[in-house]
């Protein structure tokens, strides 16, 4: 695998974001349907991949699977939901440079609809 990009597992024509918390994400023809594209906007929100030679949300290139994530969503195609260390990097990552936390409890005058 090639370390610079971020690729579903599982798909020859590999899927990917160009980076952690990036905007350009490629769905490739053979991808797993829905489960890619969530897996590839995971990486859009700051997650990691969480399977063995994956790359993790601090841009480091993972030796081994992260214990405890079989069947997640950024390990695999078990269908699981997403891992709490994936909804803490997600939520982490949203208040980086670049990226807006909407308070949504009023809609009105705000950005949320
Ligand atoms: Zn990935």
Redesign the pocket.
């Known amino acids: 695998m090639n370390p610079g990009r ?4 599982g798909s020859n024509n590999r899927s ?2 160009d980076k952690i918390n990036g905007r350009n994400v490629e769905i490739a023809p053979d991808a797993v349907g829905a489960i890619t594209v969530g ?2 906007m ?2 859009t929100m700051g997650a ?2 969480q399977y063995s030679g ?2 993790n949300a601090n841009g480091r290139q993972l030796s081994s699977d992260v214990p405890g994530t079989q069947g997640a969503i ?1 390990r695999d195609y078990g269908g699981n939901s997403a891992t709490q260390q994936t909804r803490n990097e997600i939520e982490n990552n949203a208040t980086q440079p670049g990226n807006r936390v909407l308070n949504c409890s009023s809609t009105q005058g705000s950005s949320c609809k």
Do not use: Q, S, T
């Open positions: 971020f690729n579903a597992p990917h974001a897996h590839e995971g990486h990691g991949d994956g790359i950024m």
